[in-house]
T-cell receptor
Framework: DAGVTQSPTHLIKTRGQHVTLRCSPISGHKSVSWYQQVLGQGPQFIFQ???????GRGNFPDRFSARQFPNYSSELNVNALLLGDSALYLC???????????????FGPGTRLTVL | EDQVTQSPEALRLQEGESSSLNCSYT??????LFWYRQDPGKGPEFLFTLYSAGEEKEKERLKATLTKKESFLHITAPKPEDSATYLC????????????FGSGTKLNVKP
């Protein structure tokens, strides 16, 4: 079975540009979460979506936005890129929101974003 | 404020030398504590979920335990292939849609 997939694998952008990252969850999973991981740190929560609705938001500026599509795939958009946005962006999927096993998150390989 | 702290930051072991990693947490209403393994440049790989104090789970050389304030990941007779960063995360009851991660413990097992 296919796990969580993300595209692209790597991306290089310059300051001020816009970027879109994509994620496809495990088949049957309805929830997708996005995380930012800076080198040497644990993942920091950005968003969670369930059934196309935003269900959680971390402490990130409005330059960060996301959406979930009817097939449960998701996009993360970042506007006006800053050097500090350089990081590994991770997508995780789960069956649902709460309850044993429903909230276990499975991660994709990530997208490495470099902002120059 | 919800917080997760992992220790030590880094751990070097000889092959076969057992040890434990610690994850202490301060959250309002723990819904679940999760352990992940992460290899360099890759996404975290799910290992265990613990839901209540006293719970234990095992997988090969790894055993995870949970108390009301912390969790331990015990590694028995590690092998070089166990070298990775081990992350713990908690899901809090007051914001169950959010996972809080620690900074991880980087484990290096030498042959």
């Amino acid at each position: 079975d296919a796990g969580v997939t993300q595209s692209p694998t790597h991306l290089i952008k310059t300051r001020g540009q816009h970027v879109t990252l994509r994620c496809s969850p495990i088949s049957g999973h309805k929830s997708v979460s996005w995380y930012q991981q800076v080198l040497g740190q644990g993942p920091q929560f950005i968003f969670q979506y369930y059934e196309k609705e935003e269900r959680g938001r971390g402490n990130f500026p409005d330059r960060f936005s996301a959406r979930q599509f009817p097939n449960y795939s998701s996009e993360l958009n970042v506007n006006a890129l800053l050097l500090g946005d350089s990081a590994l962006y991770l997508c995780a999927s789960s069956l649902g929101l709460a309850g044993p096993a429903y909230n276990e998150q499975f991660f994709g390989p990530g997208t490495r974003l470099t902002v120059l | 404020e919800d917080q997760v702290t992992q220790s030590p930051e880094a751990l070097r072991l000889q092959e076969g030398e057992s040890s434990s990693l610690n994850c202490s947490y301060t959250v309002s209403g723990l819904r679940g504590l999760f352990w992940y393994r992460q290899d360099p440049g890759k996404g975290p790989e799910f290992l265990f979920t613990l839901y209540s104090a006293g719970e234990e789970k095992e997988k090969e050389r790894l055993k995870a335990t949970l108390t009301k304030k912390e969790s331990f990941l015990h590694i028995t007779a590690p092998k070089p292939e166990d070298s990775a960063t081990y992350l713990c995360a908690v899901q809090a009851g007051n914001n169950f849609n959010k996972f809080y991660f620690g900074s991880g413990t980087k484990l290096n097992v030498k042959p």
